[in-house]
């Protein structure tokens, strides 16, 4: 479908939504070059009503064909972004979700487009990372206490147990590791020895907890919508849903703390020392950040990340993308079998 | 690696035919997409992964199983003695991947095994795969990750 035919499309789509208003007009149509996965387009919209015009700035993301985390489901993220549209969190208010294939010919949601913009984690030109020192310190309070916000949702008040509860003791552990196992099995590629060493040892240390919260999945550097001013940086937008899920909050912590995310600095996420933001997540949730279960998570964060690049290599092996970023993954397996070498142990015999 | 040449090229191929060609405009610029694209798939069957990499990957990957193989108990030492012994002479990209395979076999024992009784294959292994991740790293180029992100 050409640019052309969506806006067409969309429009229609937006005036049967948006059904007071006298018309619906969609400007500015341009396909984000920056996901790996959902395929997603921003656009504003003119909304005339009782002879005034409302400017609004929406995100529209559609199931892409093949990605990085197939197959797709929007609906468990639609649904959890629509529940905490009236929450604190930031997170962008998510007001509707399309599964007729004859509207823009796959799933797609509509959300409310936050201010800001995307840092991604590379280190910068100078070897520094995205942000500046006076920048890392709002930032750093603010994606920590965002995600402690974020692990205190009462979920079953909010109506998400539909995503699963696993349950108490090992079961959170053993349920991810199959997820990302079970990805890794589908890719069908050859199993490298350095993953084949991590899954065992994973496979036989599930750690155990009954802390039962609802986990990003994906909360990282690359998916926080910073709003920079006069006053500084500050963080006006957590995206990217699609892994959400029930699980133990760790998970979410060790994700973002690991090194996967540290654009070339030695700081989580680029923004604050891994331990530093550890400990201010515990004092802020009032959790204790079990070693051994943050341990766990770490190795599985690096199992996970080539789970999702075996996934898009797989689509590329296929030819069902056009996307060379996917084949990219196929020599940045190395940095991360390094990073599994270094969390396990092994790189000691080098 | 999970591509091969042949793979990547076709990808490369395919990506600049859907993908950029359609927003060319320009006749000479367009003119030049298709000479890269004739000149990639003459190239295509014609080239193979350097055979020195994969050489020392499979001398590593073969001390490092036979070490392990002597020091893992019955059954699965003479398991992995066995394997070692029928990988084909090929091509050496073919047994550095042969090779892999009874590398990770040799894990899936080690799994279940007791951690002592384990540790001196485990050690074994150890090395060739941090000398192993050291040159595949080695070899990398600095990323374009961030103008590959930024387009």
Known sequence: MDDATLRERLEEFLRGRLADAASVRVTGLERSTEGFSAETFTFDVDVARNGTVEKRAFVLKREPLAGLLEPYDLEPEFRVLHALSAHPLPSPPTPWLERDPAVLERSFYVMDRLPGDVPIPVAGPDGCGPFTEAERANLGVDVVDALAQLHTVDWRRLGLGFLGDPGPGRAAAARELERWEDRIRRSELPLDPALAEALGWLRGHLPATNDITLVHGDYRLGNFLVARNAAGARLSGILDWELVHLGDPLEDVAWCTSELWRGGTAFASGLMLPEEFVERWARATGREPDAARLHFYRVLAIVKMIAIMLTGLRAFRDGRTADLRMAIFDHQLPYLHLLLGMLRGWMGGA | ?151
Do not use: C, W
């Open chain 2, 1 to 151: 690696m999970q591509l091969t040449v042949a793979m990547l090229l076709d990808g490369v191929m395919r990506t600049l035919r859907e993908a950029v060609l359609p927003a060319v405009g320009e006749r000479f610029a367009r003119g030049q997409l298709f000479a890269v694209l004739d000149v990639l798939q003459n190239l295509r069957d014609r080239v193979e992964p350097k055979a020195e990499l994969a050489e020392v990957e499979a001398a590593s990957a073969t001390a490092a199983l036979e070490r392990a193989a002597q020091a893992l108990p019955a059954p699965d030492g003479p398991e992995l003695a066995r394997a070692l012994a029928e990988i084909p002479a090929g091509p050496p990209a073919a047994r550095a991947a042969a090779l892999r395979a009874i590398l990770v076999r040799a894990y899936e024992m080690l799994d279940g095994l007791p951690d002592e009784r384990g540790a001196a294959a485990r050690s074994a292994l150890a090395e060739h795969l941090a000398a192993q991740t050291m040159r595949d790293v080695a070899v990398l180029k600095p990323s374009l990750l961030e103008e590959i992100s930024k387009g």
